[in-house]
């Protein structure tokens, strides 16, 4: 079985951008504990100051784990995706991850968003240092925008790893394209209250549970 995640160029790509995202999160940390008492989880929710404090971290790459890189990997080859979507690129360590299974699935289409200029930047160089940037389109904008036309007809996998507080909406863009099966990934998940209530509600049309410290794993029934 073709594995490109745990091959040149790939996984040494990765190695290096884990390694940097562990000593640049020594200044996010400090940057948090400088803030008042409260003030990260009021802006880690906010559905209006989200442009502004993400901004501020624009020089963070806010990676998932690696953990969680390898299950996003894991549950896209076992789903054969072949299509997947992704609210919040940034450097693109977890866009590299998908569409590393993308590829081993034997192609297919990644379309992601970032509104961080210099960060679509940074995606770009890494996804074609990695061999990948021809199975991924980077959206740069709002994705409440950019997520809201020219969506592929049936989605596979999504991961949700932008503004907390953006998790329920930017579903609902997705939701009536996803197949039934399809799978959801959110990141960070406990900071969207709202959207926990929507996929864990008996009856919703979900099956989800939590993995993890903090990530929630959904699935499209029906």
């Not at 929710?45 to 996003?72: C, H, I, M, N, W």
């Not at 992601?112 to 210099?118: A, H, I, N």
């Not at 997705?174 to 969207?192: F, K, Q, T």
Request: charged share 25%.
């Amino acid at each position: 079985m073709t594995d490109t995640l745990t091959s040149a160029p790939v996984a040494p790509l990765l190695d290096r951008l884990f390694a940097e995202a562990d000593e640049a999160a020594v200044g996010l940390r400090a940057m948090a504990a400088a803030l008042p008492s409260g003030e990260l989880a009021r802006l880690m929710r906010s559905r209006t100051d989200y442009l502004e404090f993400y901004t501020r971290l624009k020089d963070q790459p806010l990676p998932v784990s690696r953990a969680t890189g390898t299950l996003l990997y894991m549950l896209a080859r076992h789903a054969r995706a072949r299509v997947v979507v992704e609210f919040g690129t940034s450097f693109g360590l977890s866009t590299l991850h998908l569409a590393a299974a993308l590829r081993d699935n034997g192609g297919g289409r990644l379309v992601t968003c970032e509104f961080e200029p210099s960060k679509v930047v940074r995606a770009r160089a890494n996804l074609a240092a990695g061999g990948l940037a021809d199975l991924v389109e980077i959206r740069e904008g709002d994705a409440l925008q950019t997520l809201r036309a020219d969506l592929p007809e049936s989605i596979d996998l999504v991961l949700l790893d932008g503004a907390k507080a953006l998790y329920p909406e930017i579903l609902a863009l997705l939701e009536s394209r996803l197949r039934p099966g399809a799978l959801v990934v959110a990141d960070n998940a406990d900071d969207s209250p709202d959207y926990l209530a929507r996929v864990r509600s008996p009856g919703g049309g979900w099956l989800s549970t939590p993995f993890g410290d903090d990530v929630e794993v959904s699935m499209r029934l029906g």
